[in-house]
């Protein structure tokens, strides 16, 4: 911002009022980012160095050497995970996790419910935490398993070998064609 476009024109030109408007339009612009960072600290999709503060509200152990957004999945998967354990919450944490669709199905004759992903392919990167916050929501007495989707055969079987040779075989399960 320059602080001389606010002052009368006979200012223009004062070298002493120039530099003061200066030195005034620094600090002022320091303070205005200040006030944004700490705005940005107050919610943890903007969070960085208050993240700790958050992880250790919700009980989770603090890992610095993870990425911010990695840090912050976890926390919000803690917070949609507070409160009586229902489906749709375990499908919110799954999601938040996984990046992608998913749906919960219940077996209540085995104790025991299956999270799907549907909404991506393969294994999500971050199922070691996913494990972790399901183990804490989760009521003791039921068991869960996973179920992964895949590209299958039949999608494959549009393209020649030859179009499908320069992809690994990882690529051609879950990765983009």
């Known amino acids: 911002m320059d602080l001389m476009e606010l ?16 030195i005034l339009a620094e600090k002022i612009q320091a303070l205005a980012n200040d ?10 999709n903007t969070a960085t160095t208050l993240l700790s503060r958050y992880e250790k509200i919700y009980g989770l152990q603090v890992d610095v050497s993870k990425s911010h957004e990695f840090r912050r999945e976890r926390i919000r998967a803690k917070i949609r995970g507070v409160g009586t354990v ?11 996790y996984s990046n992608g669709e998913v749906e919960v199905i219940e077996d209540s004759a085995n104790y025991r419910f299956i999270i ?11 199922m070691a935490d996913l494990i972790l916050t399901i183990e804490e929501i ?3 007495h039921l068991a869960y398993t996973f179920e992964y989707t895949y590209r299958t055969y039949d999608e494959l079987s ?3 070998h030859e179009q ?8 051609l399960r879950e990765g983009e064609m």
Do not use: W
């Not at 002052?7 to 200066?22: A, C, D, F, H, I």
């Not at 006030?35 to 943890?44: A, P, R, S, V, Y």
């Open 116 to 126: 799907k992903f549907v909404g991506t392919l393969g294994i999500p990167a971050n």
């Open 158 to 160: 549009l393209y020649t």
């Open 138 to 140: 989760k009521p003791a």
């Open 35 to 44: 006030l944004n960072e700490t705005i940005d600290q107050c919610f943890i």
């Open 164 to 171: 499908l040779s320069v992809y690994t075989h990882h690529e």
């Open 86 to 96: 229902t489906k749709e919450m375990l499908k919110a944490v799954a999601r938040s």
């Open 7 to 22: 002052l009368p024109n006979y200012y223009r030109g004062n070298v002493t009022m120039e530099k003061l408007q200066s």
